[in-house]
């Protein structure tokens, strides 16, 4: 699929958001998958090098973002401190031009919807443009998506670190970031069942009750779960999924759940001993769980 310009415009500010919040595996894949669309996009290949680990990838980065746009002045200044060079004076002053007008004074961060939604005329005078949302055109609106530039309305904008979003670039970036193929899910399920299986029925049938057990369980269940949910995303080639940290808990559940068996239905029967034996298991699968959800993500 041929990646449109707003598709790689809303991809790089996903990108630079990563890199901003120091996500730069995340940021590295976005760049990645830019530039394996779109091998001659400059910012990407600036980005990139702001992101990658080894100085020679990143000298890499650098050139060829500078053979596509020589006068970059991120691209040149990066170079020359990889290198240890000054950055020439006229490469700064252009790199603060640049700062400020990608941050200007916020003209009005808060939205009032409902000011905007009442009042029926357009301030005579003012140097904003009136616009209405695109996805409810009557309703006023200042603000447009950052991504798509189409004005959207306060009910409609989601707030992101770097400006307003309307719900539709924000779920175009959603399935970039969730780039997970169908067949992973078969994938995870087996994977994280197997292994689930396998820690189960040790917990089930050789760890029961005791101080000591709780005791070990809260200690090893979050490196077990973890351990799950590294190997299965390792399986599944490192990609994200939706639903995948869900489904490989319901797997983590399943693998309790079948070794257990008797036990439960002993306690359905109405042997209640039975449940004291369960409260083990159930701690594992709170805390593995959540490492493995968490690992997941
Ligand atoms: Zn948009
Ligand atoms: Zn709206």
């Not at 415009?9 to 995340?26: P, S």
Request: charged share 20%; net charge neutral; hydrophobic share 45%.
């Amino acid at each position: 699929m041929a990646f449109t310009e707003p598709r790689i415009r809303t991809l790089l500010a996903q990108a630079a958001r990563n890199a901003e919040y120091g996500k730069n595996a995340a940021a590295e894949s976005t760049y990645r998958q830019i530039l394996s669309e779109a091998p001659d996009t400059a910012e990407a290949w600036l980005g990139l090098a702001g992101v990658v680990g080894g100085a020679t990838e990143k000298r890499a980065a650098f050139e060829r973002a500078l053979e596509l746009a020589p006068d970059l002045p991120a691209a040149i200044a990066g170079l020359a401190r990889l290198d240890g060079r000054p950055v020439p004076p006229e490469v700064e002053a252009a790199l603060a031009a640049a700062e400020a007008e990608k941050n200007p004074p916020e003209p009005e961060p808060e939205i009032r919807t409902d000011m905007v939604e009442e009042s029926t005329a357009p301030h005579v005078g003012e140097a904003s443009e009136v616009l209405f949302c695109y996805r409810h055109p009557d309703r006023m609106t200042a603000l447009r998506c950052y991504s798509c530039g189409r004005p959207i309305c306060g009910s409609c904008a989601v707030k992101t670190p770097v400006g307003y979003i309307c719900p539709q670039c924000r779920r175009e970036a959603e399935d970039a970031f969730f780039n997970s193929r169908p067949l992973d899910y078969l994938v995870a399920a087996l994977v994280s069942l197997t292994i689930s299986l396998l820690a189960g029925y040790l917990i089930v049938h050789y760890l029961r009750g005791g101080f000591l057990f709780f005791f070990l369980i809260f200690f090893f269940g979050g490196a077990i779960g973890g351990a799950i949910g590294r190997i299965t995303k390792r399986a599944i080639g490192g990609r994200r999924g939706r639903y995948l940290p869900g489904l490989v808990v319901a797997m983590m559940i399943l693998g309790v759940a079948i070794p257990a068996w008797p036990i439960i239905l002993a306690v359905l029967m109405g042997n209640l001993g039975g449940l004291l034996s369960l409260i083990g298991p159930a701690i594992y699968l709170f805390v593995a769980g959540g490492a493995a959800y968490w690992q997941m993500r």
